[in-house]
Nanobody, 127 residues
Framework: QVQLVESGGGSVQAGGSLRLSCAAS????????LSWFRQAPGKERSLVAA????????RYADSVKGRFTVSRDNAKNTMYLQMNSLNPEDTAVYYC????????????????????WGQGTQVTVSS
């Protein structure tokens, strides 16, 4: 079992940058596939970016490709989301999620595939 805590959210003007972190407690962090999802008011939770357990494969939502970068440091039990060129449409609560996948290198992109969730961190982008 793993516990996830997001940090790094805040308010920024359009064009700015933020770096989110997802710190995990528990054992065997490198055995989990991870992802970032976001949920804006009145909208469903949707994938932002996903990364496999070894950090060698990633997926991005079309809306963030070229602007956001997901990475992980298994030695620090932490995943990151570097967000550049932010725009008001990126305003949402951002959640990290984990799925136990020891031995598999796949990337997982749907909500129902994930077993563990953080509490979320608010990102607000003003125009």
């Amino acid at each position: 079992q793993v516990q996830l805590v997001e940090s790094g959210g805040g308010s920024v003007q359009a064009g700015g940058s933020l770096r989110l972190s997802c710190a995990a407690s528990g054992r065997d962090f490198s055995g989990y596939a991870l992802s970032w999802f976001r949920q804006a008011p009145g909208k469903e939770r949707s994938l932002v970016a996903a990364i496999n357990s070894g950090g060698t494969n990633t997926r991005y939502a079309d809306s963030v490709k070229g602007r956001f970068t997901v990475s992980r440091d298994n030695a620090k039990n932490t995943m990151y989301l570097q967000m550049n060129s932010l725009n008001p449409e990126d305003t949402a609560v951002y959640y990290c999620a984990a799925k136990w996948v020891l031995g598999y290198a796949a990337v997982y992109t749907t909500i129902n595939e994930y077993d563990y969730w953080g509490q979320g961190t608010q990102v607000t982008v003003s125009s």
